[in-house]
């Protein structure tokens, strides 16, 4: 009896874990075009022409690529939905363009 229960946790947390993978990959995205009307830091967020993009890595940006955001910056950022698993939906960013250079962020394929 514990053999069988053990195998079917087993199944049903493998399931779980490709359902899950399955949200996470995005196909579809959209690109939003404007000036950064806020960021904010916890958690990483940009509001761009009244849309919230979350997973932008401030510091990384700034350290790898010296693209220091601030507030009335003009950027370009390509986004997906992100499905969490409390069931509410973010736009997550996939790349953001700040004059001339493009920047992946995440793969979306």
Do not use: H, W
């Amino acid at each position: 009896m514990k053999s069988t229960l053990k195998i079917m946790f087993l199944i049903l947390t493998i399931v779980a874990t490709f359902v899950t993978v399955q949200n996470v990959s995005a196909v579809e995205t959209t690109d939003v075009t404007g000036t950064i009307e806020s960021i904010s830091y916890k958690p990483n967020m940009v509001v761009v022409d009244g849309t919230e993009i979350f997973g932008i890595k401030f510091n990384y940006l700034c350290n790898q690529y010296t693209i220091c955001l601030e507030e009335g910056d003009p950027v370009t950022i390509s986004y997906y939905e992100f499905l969490c698993q409390d069931g509410t939906t973010k736009n997550m960013a996939s790349t953001i363009t700040v004059g001339d250079a493009t920047i992946e962020l995440r793969v979306t394929d």
